[in-house]
């Protein structure tokens, strides 16, 4: 059963930057897609960005790509994601989930995921 631990979130203010880990447990992330999601206050959860297993395609939502990036480490079972530039509209918790994908390397996407982390708060202040 994998397990996800979502860290690296905190307060920051506008213009600066975190880096978010998701790292898994009990399992091997070798074979699954990593999807970064985010939930602000009184809104509905929403994607963020994805990886395929083999890191060889990410995805971006809107006008995230060019402040964030995702990336992955299998050897140390984690997946990051680095922000850039932080709004306080960046202000949410944000969570971490895997699809298995088994021997299909490519790809990934941002529903029906077969596990979940409990989410890290980022905060940013104007």
């Known amino acids: 059963q994998l397990q996800l631990v979502e860290s690296g979130g905190g307060l920051v203010q506008a213009g600066g930057s975190l880096r978010l880990s998701c790292t898994a447990s009990?399992?091997?992330?070798?074979?699954?897609?990593i999807t970064w999601f985010r939930q602000a206050p009184g809104k509905e959860r929403e994607g963020v960005s994805c990886?395929?297993?083999?890191?060889?395609?990410?995805d971006y939502i809107g006008s995230l790509k060019g402040r964030f990036t995702i990336s992955r480490d299998n050897a140390k079972n984690t997946v990051y994601l680095q922000m850039n530039s932080l709004e306080p509209e960046d202000t949410a918790v944000y969570y971490c989930a895997a699809e298995y994908r088994g021997r299909m390397p490519v790809g990934c996407k941002y529903y029906g995921m077969d596990y979940w982390g409990k989410g890290t708060l980022v905060t940013v202040s104007s």
């Open positions: 009990g399992d091997t992330l070798d074979y699954h897609a």
């Open positions: 990886i395929s297993s083999n890191g060889g395609y990410t």
